[in-house]
């Protein structure tokens, strides 16, 4: 069977314009693995009250980070997958969960080029019900519904992979080499609670109380939070970062429920009143900068620390298409297509 790789990240709206942010927040905050209520209630809150403001805000910051060539998480991810596809022998495709770039369309181009066997790409360190696991369900939907003759594989998440977190280390400590800080915050992208309660496959383990993600259980294989709080704890262990120098953090909360906490705002809020000047922020929930990390971090992010007394504030950018990551995607395609196994 002709082997292909498909890349999945999480899709931009085709322009800042507010027409077009709203098309593309209307696909994302409709599926119901973002926003997870009954039909009726999600039309409600999305289309009834949602897009009648947000498109506007979200276009003016999209408007911010936006590059010549496009969105900057579609134009670092063209890069990556053309990077990828000069050291791999298989066909590299790539899709986006929402917006243009389908999921069906990144299959259909594998298709037409011979591929039989895919291995699926979501590229999240970490696994969620609004990231990861959107991407595997409509991927399967899609390949039943139009290429039934097709095997997938899925990447799983790749948090505590040896190579990602030394990778991720190097990077930070690459980064903030000439840029002394006392303080190193890793700002995750948030999730509601609930999300964490329904991922849990034991059903009793996540309780969100401080102590359940520290404490070993099968739950943890789709654990958002737990997953995070590893990431940082192997990334500070492979840095020697002394307790107090560092925290996390969760950002980009939208809406009223409880979402994972501390929220980001205000730790930086928190860490400047207590005397902090200098700070570096790590965002390990993207593999590509983004809205979420050029503008919620390292614009609004700098302006509250600013506010607070803080003087300078750094931001460490994603892995996004370095060559240490590009060499690092390929060395599991090429062990998923050697050996037939799951490569992490
Ligand atoms: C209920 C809402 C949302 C959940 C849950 C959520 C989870 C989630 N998102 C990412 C990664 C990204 N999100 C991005 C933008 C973005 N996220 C939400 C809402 C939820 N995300 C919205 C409404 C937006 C759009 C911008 C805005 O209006 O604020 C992006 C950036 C996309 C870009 O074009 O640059 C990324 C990336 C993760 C990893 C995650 C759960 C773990
Ligand atoms: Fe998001
Ligand atoms: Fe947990």
């Known amino acids: 069977m002709k082997k292909g790789i498909l890349l999945v990240n999480l899709g931009s709206p085709d322009s800042p314009d507010p027409k077009d ?21 999600r039309s409600f809150i999305v289309r009834g009250i949602i897009l009648n403001t947000r498109p506007k805000a979200s276009a003016a910051a999209y408007k911010k980070i936006w590059w010549e060539e496009g969105s900057p998480l579609i134009v670092i991810s063209e890069s990556l997958q053309r990077k990828i596809q000069e050291q791999v022998e298989v066909p590299v495709g790539l899709a ?50 139009h290429f039934p003759n097709i095997k997938i594989t899925d990447l799983p998440a790749f948090y505590n992979n040896t190579d ?8 930070i400590a690459k980064h903030l080499k000439d840029k002394p800080y006392e303080h190193l915050l890793f700002s995750y992208h948030g999730v509601p609670e609930r ?19 520290a404490t070993a259980s099968k739950a943890h294989q789709f654990c958002y939070r737990h997953q995070c709080f590893e990431v940082t704890r192997l990334v500070v262990e492979n840095l020697g970062l002394k307790e107090g120098t560092y925290s996390t953090s969760f950002q980009s909360r939208l809406g009223f429920d409880p979402w994972l906490q501390p929220y980001t705002d205000r ?9 902090v000047k200098n700070m570096a922020v790590v965002t390990p929930a993207f593999v590509s900068d983004c809205l979420e990390t050029l503008e919620e971090i ?16 750094t931001t460490v950018p994603c892995l996004n298409d370095d060559q240490e990551w590009v060499d690092l995607l390929a ?8 050996t037939e196994k799951r490569p992490v």
């Not at 990602?164 to 990077?171: F, H, P, Q, T």
């Not at 390292?298 to 504030?313: L, P, R, Y």
């Open 21 to 41: 942010v709203k098309t593309y927040l209307d696909e994302f905050l409709m599926d119901p693995r973002v926003i997870d209520v009954p039909f009726w209630l």
């Open 96 to 145: 986006m969960r929402y917006g243009s770039m389908t999921i069906k369309k990144g299959l259909q181009e594998l298709v037409d080029k011979g591929v039989e066997d895919v291995l699926l790409i979501p590229l999240y360190p970490q696994f969620a019900m609004a990231t990861t696991e959107t991407i595997l369900v409509l991927a399967e939907e899609i390949r039943q519904a």
């Open 164 to 171: 990602y977190i030394k990778l991720l280390s190097n990077s």
């Open 195 to 213: 999300h964490i309660r329904k991922s849990d496959i034991t059903k009793s383990h996540c309780k969100i109380d401080g102590s359940c993600c």
């Open 267 to 275: 730790t930086i809020e928190r860490l400047g009143n207590q005397g």
């Open 298 to 313: 390292a614009m609004e992010g700098e302006e509250i620390f600013h506010e607070v007394g803080g003087d300078n504030f």
């Open 331 to 338: 060395k599991w395609i090429n062990t998923w297509q050697t």
